[in-house]
């Protein structure tokens, strides 16, 4: 669920701040800056929130594989000592 959440965060993050970045940015106007640096502040986040979110699945896969072969060895030597 969490991951699941982490991806959705960070692709609406990430989208968001490639919409900002995209507009014209050129001009002198205060908003135009705000527009800019908020844009890399989503971008940014939306960044970090992925790589989290991937390194967090990725360590759950490993440690999940690792549960699942030893309980299969587990019960592999039960049936052979019976």
């Known amino acids: 669920m969490l991951g699941t ?3 959705l965060i960070s692709a ?3 989208l968001g701040g490639t ?4 507009s014209p940015a050129s001009g002198p106007e205060v908003t135009q ?3 800019l640096l908020a844009g ?3 971008v940014s986040l939306g960044s970090l929130t992925l790589l989290y ?8 896969r490993r440690n999940y ?3 699942l072969s030893a309980e299969i060895e587990s019960a592999e030597s039960r049936v052979q000592s019976a």
């Open 12 to 14: 609406m993050t990430l």
């Open 40 to 42: 890399a502040v989503f």
């Open 33 to 35: 800056t705000v527009r």
């Open 19 to 22: 919409l900002l970045l995209a």
């Open 5 to 7: 959440l982490g991806l």
């Open 65 to 67: 594989k690792a549960a």
């Open 53 to 60: 979110t991937v390194k967090n699945w990725w360590r759950w």
